[in-house]
């Protein structure tokens, strides 16, 4: 089993920079591939990035890329998203997740949640 723990949302203008860390316990953090979703009121909830477990290979949506970079650090069982030239569009919750599966961009293969961490772009 995984535990995750999202830090370093907060609000920050538009135009700015954020980078959200996801500490991962357990021994086996390197045997899953990373996500980052968000989800903001009365939307549904959508990745925003993925990393394969080597971190050899990423996935971003339109929405993000060119934007947000996606990374992790096996020996420190953490999982990075930084996020630049934000917009107040990217305001909402992010969260991180786990998945068994090589190649995950759907939320339903995601095995493991974090608590979120709230992110507010102000324009």
């Known amino acids: 089993q995984v535990q995750l723990v999202e830090s370093g949302g907060g609000l920050v203008q538009a135009g700015g920079s954020l980078r959200l860390s996801c500490a991962a316990s357990g021994r086996t953090f390197s045997g899953y591939s990373m996500g980052w979703f968000r989800q903001a009121p009365g939307k549904e909830r959508e990745i925003v990035a993925h990393v394969t477990r080597s971190g050899l290979s990423t996935y971003y949506p339109d929405s993000v890329k060119g934007r947000f970079t996606i990374s992790r650090d096996n020996a420190k069982n953490t999982v990075y998203l930084q996020m630049n030239r934000l917009k107040p569009e990217d305001t909402a919750v992010y969260y991180c997740?786990?998945?068994?599966?090589?190649?995950?961009?759907?939320?339903?293969?995601?095995?493991?949640w974090g608590q979120g961490t709230q992110v507010t772009v102000s324009s």
């Open positions: 997740a786990a998945s068994r599966t090589s190649y995950s961009i759907r939320g339903d293969e995601y095995a493991y």
